[in-house]
Nanobody
Framework: HVQLVESGGGSVQAGGSLRLSCAAS????????MAWFRQAPGEERMGVAA???????IYAESVKGRFTISRDNAKNTVYLQMNTLKSEDTALYYC???????????WGQGTQVTVS
């Protein structure tokens, strides 16, 4: 069974940094696309960053220059390095994995990031 497990969330002061990890099992992260989404209470879920098989990356405009998505194929893990965090970054962050183009098939249970 495919399982994505996020870790690394927590509380941090504005301007601080966190690194989120997404450890995958039953799925090879380098084979397709991986992404990070986030959702704050009362708001729609939005894509934050994505990385393709060839390591092409895409970022939401609001996090560009501050966040970096990467992967470690040997560890089958995707990361989201978050720097210069702002209060508006507060949300539940989800790791997602694709199987078919245009579809996010697998999701983690989320890790909370709180910036104050």
């Amino acid at each position: 069974h495919v399982q994505l497990v996020e870790s690394g969330g927590g509380s941090v002061q504005a301007g601080g940094s966190l690194r989120l990890s997404c450890a995958a099992s039953g799925y090879t992260v380098s084979s397709n696309c991986m992404a990070w989404f986030r959702q704050a209470p009362g708001e729609e879920r939005m894509g934050v960053a994505a990385i393709s098989r060839d390591t092409t990356t895409i970022y939401a405009e609001s996090v560009k220059g501050r966040f970096t998505i990467s992967r470690d194929n040997a560890k089958n893990t995707v990361y989201l390095q978050m720097n210069t965090l702002k209060s508006e970054d507060t949300a539940l962050y989800y790791c997602a994995a694709s199987v078919d183009a245009g579809t996010w098939s697998y999701w983690g249970q989320g890790t909370q990031v709180t910036v104050s």
